[in-house]
Structure formats: structure tokens, C-alpha cells
């Protein structure tokens, strides 16, 4: 399959896919987190939106909520889903907002779908101008360096009478600023079994190195990988939420 072909060709099972996801914790983190940070503004954009859980709970917030994506099958999925939000065919390295936005977001480590650190930097610099003074920009991370080959998160669901069997990992080859994100899919209705496995090449960097790479653009926090508790990074996990304040 091809780079993208999983989240294209599959988008009707993506929401399948991350059924054992919680939208709402993540979501009212994040929420909390900007009333503690922000400048109390309402406008939000969700970077790498998918089918748009997170604008959902955004929207019911109160936000004037927007998301974009580089797949318009999975948007026009989010379509259906928040009619009252926009929502555009835009790569995150390079767009263009509607409006000055109050609060930008990518959950789900999509920030890692930048292809190479350049275009990671050209993306931290379209959230700068898109933002407004005291606006914030959030998004979680994995470490390149604490990445566990081994490990793996998996979980089955039931759909229309088949079972979904969904397997990811992180892979890092230990050099580079490369890593892939390892998928698997099973899809069995008691007669046949459907496999689909797929690698996408994403972006590596430390913590260190992404904090170092915002803060000529924002005043940098960063905490632990808990959207149930607002506690600061120790500096030895392997994961984390950075939130980024422009001044």
C-alpha cells in the first residue's frame, strides 16, 4: 500500500480504528490548558483534523472550530460529523488560515507527519502567523530516543457483525530523523480474513530538540503525557504535551 493509502482508502474504518481513543479527556485537557495559557480567545484549528472528534468536542466547548487534512475522504467523513465547522485539504507544513486563530492544535502525534525536520519548521512557522498574540499552540510527541521497538498498542472491535483487530507501533532505526509508525489491520466475518499492514515515514526528534526548534517562535511548556493530570514533564519520558504561547 502506498503512504497514505491506509487513511485514504480506509477512512470508513478509521474511527473503527481508534475506537479505544478518548476524545473528550484529551480534548478538555487541551481545553484547560488554554484557559490557563491563552488570551481567552474562542477561535481554534485542529492540524491533521482526521475525521473530526477533536473540532466535535471543540465546537461543544463553545469554539469557533475549523480543522484541516490531507485527505478529503477522511474530511468529508468530518463533514458529517461537525456541519457547523470549515474544513479544508491543507498540509499542516504549509497552510493558510481563514481567520487569526486563538488556539491551534494536532493530537494523536501528527505533528510527526511532517516529512523531515524542514517541514516541521515550515510548520511551526505557518501555526506562528496564523496565531494571535497570546494564542497557543498544542500538540503531543514521542522521543526518537525512548522509542521502544518492541512495544506495541492493540485492541479488537465489533462492526456490521465483523471483528477489527488495529496493531501500532513506533519504529526507530537508532540514527537519522526518520521513524515509522507500524500499522496493522484485521477484518474477519467467520468466513475469511482481511490483512492490511502499512508503514508511514514520520519525522524524529527529541523533546529536547523540538523545544529547542520553538522557542525562537513561543514561550515553551511542556508536561507529562497525562490527560487526566496537568503535571510537568520530568524530563525522562518518552512522551509529552507541549503547549506554545505566542507573546
Not at 480504528?17 to 484529551?26: L, R
Not at 500499522?183 to 499492514?197: F, M, P, R, S
Not at 527529541?206 to 525562537?216: G, H
Request: hydrophobic residues 35%; charged residues 20%.
Amino acid at each position: 500500500m502506498s503512504a497514505n493509502a491506509l487513511y485514504t482508502d480506509l477512512s470508513h474504518y478509521y474511527d473503527l480504528m481508534c475506537a479505544d481513543i478518548d476524545y473528550q479527556s484529551q480534548s478538555h485537557c487541551v481545553q484547560r490548558l488554554h484557559q490557563i495559557f491563552g488570551n481567552s480567545g474562542k477561535s481554534h484549528l485542529d492540524l491533521a483534523c482526521g475525521t473530526g472528534p477533536h473540532v466535535r468536542h471543540f465546537i461543544d466547548f463553545g469554539y469557533q472550530s475549523s480543522g484541516l487534512d490531507i485527505n478529503q475522504p477522511m474530511l468529508d467523513i468530518a463533514a458529517q460529523r461537525c456541519p457547523e465547522a470549515r474544513f479544508t485539504v491543507q498540509n499542516m507544513s504549509d497552510f493558510d488560515a481563514a481567520q487569526p486563530l486563538d488556539l491551534i492544535t494536532c493530537f494523536l502525534y501528527s505533528i510527526h507527519y511532517c516529512d523531515g525536520l524542514k517541514k516541521l519548521q515550515d510548520c511551526i512557522s505557518s501555526v506562528f502567523k496564523a496565531l494571535n498574540s497570546g494564542g497557543v499552540f498544542c500538540f503531543n510527541v514521542v522521543d526518537r530516543l525512548k522509542i521502544d521497538n518492541r512495544s506495541f498498542v492493540k485492541h479488537a472491535t465489533q462492526h456490521q457483525g465483523e471483528t477489527f483487530s488495529f496493531r501500532s507501533g513506533w519504529h526507530y532505526a537508532g540514527e537519522g530523523e526518520k521513524q515509522l509508525l507500524k500499522l496493522n489491520i484485521e477484518k474477519a466475518d467467520g468466513q475469511k480474513t482481511q490483512v492490511w499492514q502499512d508503514e508511514h515515514p514520520m519525522v524524529a526528534f527529541t523533546i529536547e530538540e523540538i523545544s529547542a526548534m520553538l522557542k525562537p517562535w513561543f514561550e515553551v511548556h511542556i508536561f507529562e503525557h497525562d490527560y487526566d493530570k496537568i503535571l510537568p514533564w520530568d524530563q525522562r519520558s518518552g512522551n509529552a504535551i507541549i503547549v506554545c504561547v505566542k507573546a
